[in-house]
Antibody, heavy 119, light 111 residues
Framework: QVQLQESGPGLVKPSGTLSLTCAVS?????????WGWVRQSPGKGLEWIGQ???????NYNPSLSSRVSISIDKSKNHFSLRLTSVIAADTAVYYC????????????WGQGTLVTVSS | QSVLTQPPSVSGAPGQRVTISCSGS?????????VHWYQQLPGTAPKLLIY???KRPSGVPDRFSGSKSGTSASLAITGLQAEDEADYYC???????????FGTGTKVTVL
């Protein structure tokens, strides 16, 4: 069974850097899948952040691309999110997820982790 | 600034049929990109409900069905049950934005 688990600080100061890791179990991250990040601001809808392939190839939401980077560590079977120069509007529940093979859907999700941007 | 528009809420009595619309444009649904649907129960992560417009992942009841036509898509829930009370989101890809996009979300209430 594929499982994903986010981890990282729950509080980040304004102008700081948000860093999260997604641990993948039940499947090798080196499989032919894309791995992504999605966030949800409190009481709001879902926003796609970006995705990474096993080769390290990435695609980012243009609205965040100047501040975001996603990396992959195949030896640890995990991938990571980095968002710089955070502001209060970046406060959200951050989910990691797997893009289902051969489709553009997201079939497995982590439980999500709340990151609050506040001084 | 979601590019996929859904009604904020729909409701129905147990056993009834409800539908949720997802309106897009020529750069996403109308461009032929597939539409997927997610169910989000309170306090939990989204769960894939329908993928590639009409397909159900293993374990999803056949009470849930999806369709797509032109620049819009729809999710239908037949035989509505109390456990279906949740938020539902559509998702597609937008060629102009070069990004995956989600709908505005619809809250389903079982009366």
């Amino acid at each position: 069974q594929v499982q994903l688990q986010e981890s990282g600080p729950g509080l980040v100061k304004p102008s700081g850097t948000l860093s999260l890791t997604c641990a993948v179990s039940g499947v090798s991250i080196s499989s032919s899948d894309w791995w992504g990040w999605v966030r949800q601001s409190p009481g709001k809808g879902l926003e796609w952040i970006g995705q990474i392939y096993q080769t390290g190839s990435t695609n980012y939401n243009p609205s965040l691309s100047s501040r975001v980077s996603i990396s992959i560590d195949k030896s640890k079977n995990h991938f990571s999110l980095r968002l710089t120069s955070v502001i209060a509007a970046d406060t959200a529940v951050y989910y990691c997820a797997r893009h289902k093979t051969a489709t553009t859907s997201l079939d497995y999700w982590g439980q999500g982790t709340l990151v609050t941007v506040s001084s | 600034q979601s590019v996929l528009t859904q009604p904020p809420s729909v409701s129905g009595a147990p056993g009834q049929r409800v539908t949720i619309s997802c309106s897009g444009s020529s750069s996403n649904i109308g461009a032929g990109h597939d539409v997927h649907w997610y169910q989000q129960l309170p306090g939990t992560a989204p769960k894939l409900l329908i993928y590639d417009n009409t397909k159900r992942p293993s374990g999803v009841p056949d009470r849930f069905s999806g369709s797509k036509s032109g620049t819009s898509a729809s999710l239908a829930i037949t035989g509505l049950q109390a456990e279906d009370e949740a938020d539902y989101y559509c998702q597609s890809y937008d060629s102009t934005l070069s990004a995956y996009v989600f709908g505005t979300g619809t809250k389903v209430t079982v009366l």
